[in-house]
Structures are given as C-alpha cells and as structure tokens.
C-alpha cells in the first residue's frame, strides 16, 4: 500500500484474528450468562414427608393458601397465627438476586420465604416472604410454587405491604388514616371483599402481582388485600389491619385475639431501635 507520499507500507490484515476473538468472548459471555441464570434460578425445598407425598407426579392437597409478602404481612402471620403449635415448617424456598443473597443450602429457619401447614388440617398452607423477588424471578417462583399444589377447590389469599406513599387518590386527606386495606381478585372469586377495591390507577406489583396474574389465567380462586402504610418496617398498627381479611377464612385459620406483649415486642423491638435517631 503506497502513502500520500510514495512509501510504500506493507499491509496487515486482522480479520481472522479479530474473528477469533470475537468468538472467543460470545462464548465467555454465553457461559456467564448460564452461570449467573443458575444462579438467580428459585429453588424449593420440602420437607421429607411432602417431598415423599409429592413422588409420582402427586401434587398437595390445598384448600387454602395463604401468602403473605413484606415484612407487616409475613409477622402478622408470625404474631397472629403461627405462635399455635398447630403448625408445621414444610418447606422453604431460596431466592438469590442483588437483593436477596439468600443460599440455596439453607435452613427453614434461615431463609426469607419458608410454607408451614396446619397439623390438624394439611390442606391449610402458609407461605410467608420478606425477601426480595426480582422480575425475572416472579414467574418461576409462581409456576413452581403452585405446580406443588393441586387447584381443584384452591382458594388464594394474599396479604401484601405497600407504602401510602406509592397511593394515588385525588382526595390525599383519606391517606391520613392509614394503614388501611384495598383488594383485587380474581374473576373465579365470588366472595365479598372485608374492604374497598384498589381504585384505578392505582396496582399491585411484584409477587403478588405475579399471583394474581397466575391465578387469573388458571381460573384459580384469588385475593388480594393490599395494606397501605405510613410506617416503615414492622410496626404492631399496621399488622392488625390485616385481621379481617383472614377473619373471612372462618374456622380455616384461628386468630390469636390478644397475642402477649413479648410476641410483639420480638417482632417489633428491633426496627423500633433501629428507625429512632436519637438512640
């Protein structure tokens, strides 16, 4: 190849090498993207009993499952509910993301997304999540959480925290008395609501949104009571606004009426001394 000024260069070509790099790093990128995708992978774990019930293709036999989503919704269960010795940890899930370092390897008692069921009544599940589900994860999460169970004569409720300031109303006086309960449902649900529906445009997110959606298309009977809070982290308040929805279920679950100042104290102690400023 010959200059502006006559030298002549000699030309050197590379195409095959640029070519093998090229390929060379599709291939570290495909092999990390498999990687981080097995890794953000939702992994479910039962106990014996359930995994042993569960072979062959047999699925449980729910008639109520209820979900509970952040941090009131879950403790509420914890302080309500679960404080009865008539129930049992089945299971849990493991959910790693940039949010959610929880370890696939891990104990029931360790992980943010554990399923109880009633001793008395096997068909009463109990799910309670207080980490965080990515978006690529909400749909796995639901696919393989309601593959477990059988939908004939299934009934969903979900309990799911909200912050009112993510609530839109032309009238923003009604968000002083918050907390306060808004629901959505399913068109299989001919219950009637304990509260007000969400009003437009105002909508549910995340895993109970992926729930619902699930539920919608599979004809599942499912609802949701969505709590809107003015507190962040667990506070005593907030909680009990969540008692009519499962007062619905009737003799399904039992509602502890006046749970001992120490049950609440355990849940609500710690992000009271964390959220003071002057401590």
């Known amino acids: ?34 990687e981080l995708e097995e890794k953000r992978e939702v992994h479910l774990h039962w106990s014996p009993e359930v995994s042993e019930s569960m072979k062959s293709g047999n699925k449980l036999q729910c008639s109520e499952f209820i979900l509970a989503v952040g941090h009131n919704a879950a403790r509420f269960l914890s302080v309500y509910v679960l404080t009865s010795p008539n129930w049992d940890p089945v299971g849990h899930a493991s959910v790693w993301n940039e949010r959610s370092r929880a370890v696939s390897g891990q104990t029931s008692e360790e992980s943010a997304c554990v399923f109880y069921r009633q001793k008395d009544n096997p068909s009463v599940l109990i799910c309670q999540v207080t980490c965080f589900v990515a978006e690529d994860q909400l749909f796995q999460w639901t696919e393989k959480v309601f593959d477990c169970l059988q939908h004939r004569e299934l009934n969903v ?21 918050a907390p306060f309960l808004r629901t959505l449902h399913t068109g299989a649900y001919s219950g009637q609501p304990v509260c007000r529906s969400l009003e437009q445009p105002n909508i549910v997110t995340g895993l109970p949104a992926a729930v619902l959606n699930h539920c919608e298309v599979h004809r599942i009977t499912a609802v949701v009571y969505q709590c809107y809070s003015d507190v962040i982290g667990p506070d005593s308040v907030t909680m009990e606004t969540y008692k009519p929805a499962l007062t619905k279920l009737g003799k399904s679950i039992q509602l502890d009426p006046s749970p001992s100042k120490d049950i609440l104290n355990k849940f609500v102690r710690t992000t009271n001394i964390q959220s003071n400023l002057y401590i």
């Not at 390929?23 to 990128?29: H, L």
Request: aromatic content about 10%; proline content about 0%; hydrophobic content about 30%.
């Open 157 to 177: 409720t979900v309990l799911s925290d909200c912050s009112v300031a993510e609530y839109k109303t032309a009238d923003y006086l009604h968000c002083s008395s």
């Open 1 to 34: 190849m010959a200059t502006f000024f006559g030298e002549v260069l000699s030309v050197y070509s590379r195409a095959v090498e640029d070519d093998d790099e090229d390929s060379e790093e599709n291939e570290e990128d495909e092999q990390i993207r498999r």
